[in-house]
């Protein structure tokens, strides 16, 4: 008869909670590059169209980036003064960036001309952005405290806000509404605005407001939702939710940075908030709890940031010049889908085709052969069956030649996993040789067996078995304690530890009975 080896004996094990289905998706962005720019960078920028290329803005120029290289494309330096906030129109052809002059200048991509200046703005101007509905539109928000919205062909502010009292470094054009406009401000207010009126609609953060809702510190960053009803800012390290239905109520504030939170960013879907902050750290919100669902840490304190629209690219900008860009690789299964529901498939009208011939049917799972093409020879051809011969595992040829003490050894081992070693034990005592596999040991060779036994007692996949094992070490090595103060101690801290155990299941079982008469008196009462 052959030798049968040791079967490996498989606990369940608790499901993990360490990374949940959320932790391991944002833990897909990785492989990081860094690019060192030779300043801060203040402002990143994914374009809406394809590829998505991005515009990096770092001292007096904005460096267009392809996605797929991380190599710069185009460099627009004509700039007076520091430039910001360069931002891509959603057709991908334009460039808006305003500069520490007050100029705002609108370029071409392709050939970095500039096609259109903005002169209106005494002091620099920290936000310039397209309007998402209306592309001949752009917003700009300066340090001279005025919010204005241009008309690109004409060159004419339409619009001119005046009631921000202190520098205007974030905004917004609504993008389900083109007239309205949401602003944040060091006056420590956030504002929304009409371009239709002209006037101040809403006001939010208020310092004479309710307590929950009063800005204390100058906001650094807005971001209204893309249905329009809902908008967050940050001042210092808190996050504030603001229902725009309501008349501006503020519903939530979290303080899960340290210190100021000084970007906020959308995933493709609006249903996760990504939160940048000094403290170096990026925090990802799910807007249905506003709780946070994952954390990463980048290695300087954190200006900018933006996340590419297919998901694929996540880009952080850092004070120290450092441009860190994150890369997932989405499944295969992931572009075909958005590819097919696109607006230009469904434009096409060929619905039948387009459900019967692209869509699986309904409720059908799909399964994969697995067979494997087979030659074919002659008919009368003869072949032999020849089986591979399949290794065994060194303990299992050690237990093959009846050597039990070695087989011990060598899964006592750092890296062999516990049920493989307490497998093997299982087969010593099958074999009535565990005695023998434990006997003659000097202190060297004993010392793996008590850090095993001391590792696992309280584990209650392996507690009953270390418990027996404990038993036969005691009784067989009782006679020598006190020659070795290794193994002695080794005995010590099993002992403590057991006796520590003891006390924590009598808790529980104390636990259990309460637990058991309130339930008790609650199903009678219900009765």
Not at 129 to 154: E, G, N, R, Y
Not at 220 to 248: N, Y
Not at 362 to 368: A, I, N, P, R, T
Request: charged letters at 25%.
């Amino acid at each position: 008869m052959d030798y049968q080896p040791v079967v490996v004996r498989k606990h369940p094990r608790p499901a993990s909670t360490k990374h949940n289905a959320e932790s391991r998706y944002w833990r897909q962005y990785r492989h990081p590059v860094f690019i060192k720019e030779y300043a801060p960078v203040t402002s990143v920028h994914f374009s809406p169209a394809k590829p998505h290329r991005y515009a990096v803005t770092a001292a007096t120029r904005v460096q267009i980036y392809a996605p797929r290289t991380q190599k710069v494309t185009k460099t627009i330096s004509r700039f007076k003064d520091v430039a910001r906030s360069g931002c891509i129109r959603g057709d991908g052809k334009l460039v808006v960036a305003g500069d520490d002059s007050g100029l705002v200048q609108i370029f071409d991509i392709n050939s970095r001309a500039i096609l259109r200046t903005l002169d209106s703005h005494k002091q620099p101007v920290h936000v310039t952005k397209f309007s998402a509905l209306d592309q001949t539109q752009v917003l700009s928000c300066s340090d001279d405290t005025t919010v204005k919205l241009w008309d690109v062909p004409s060159q004419v502010a339409i619009t001119t806000f005046f009631d921000h009292s202190d520098y205007v470094r974030s905004g917004q054009v609504s993008t389900s509404n083109p007239h309205l406009i949401l602003t944040g401000s060091y006056d420590a207010t956030v504002r929304l605005f009409d371009s239709r009126t002209g006037e101040c609609e809403m006001i939010m953060g208020d310092p004479s407001g309710e307590a929950g809702a009063r800005n204390t510190t100058p906001v650094e960053q807005v971001l209204m939702f893309p249905s329009g009803t809902v908008a967050l800012s940050t001042a210092g390290p808190i996050l504030r939710v603001w229902d725009l239905v309501a008349g501006g109520r503020c519903t939530r504030a979290m303080s899960n940075h340290q210190k100021t939170v000084t970007s906020l960013a959308f995933n493709a879907d609006a249903s996760r908030v990504l939160t940048g902050g000094l403290d170096q750290m990026v925090k990802v919100y799910d807007v249905g709890t506003y709780r946070v669902v994952h954390t990463m840490r980048y290695p300087a304190p954190i200006l900018c940031m933006a996340i590419s629209p297919d998901e694929t690219h996540l880009a952080a900008g850092m004070s120290d010049g450092t441009l860190s860009v994150r890369r997932r690789q989405p499944k295969a299964s992931e572009p075909a889908a958005q590819d097919l529901f696109s607006i230009a498939s469904l434009r096409t009208g060929a619905f039948e085709s387009f459900l019967g011939g692209v869509l699986p049917v309904l409720g059908q799972g799909h399964v994969k052969e697995k067979k494997k093409s087979k030659p074919i020879g002659d008919v009368d051809e003869l072949k032999v069956e020849s089986k591979r011969k399949k290794r065994l595992r060194e303990y299992d040829r050690l237990l093959k030649n009846f050597k039990y003490s070695a087989a011990l050894d060598s899964v006592l081992r750092k890296n062999v996993p516990p049920t493989t070693a307490f497998s093997l034990i299982q087969e010593l005592i099958h074999r009535d040789g565990l005695r023998t596999a434990l006997a003659g040991r000097d202190d060297v060779l004993l010392e793996p067996v008590l850090r095993l036994l001391l590792k696992h007692i309280t584990d209650p996949r392996f507690g009953e078995m270390v418990c027996d094992v404990a038993n036969v070490v005691i009784e067989m090595y009782t006679p020598v304690l006190g020659q070795s103060p290794l193994i002695d101690t080794l005995f010590v801290r099993l002992r403590k530890k057991v006796s520590a155990e003891l006390r924590f299941q009598k808790e529980l079982v104390k636990a259990k009975g309460a637990l058991d008469m309130l339930l008790a008196s609650a199903a009678l009462s219900v009765v």
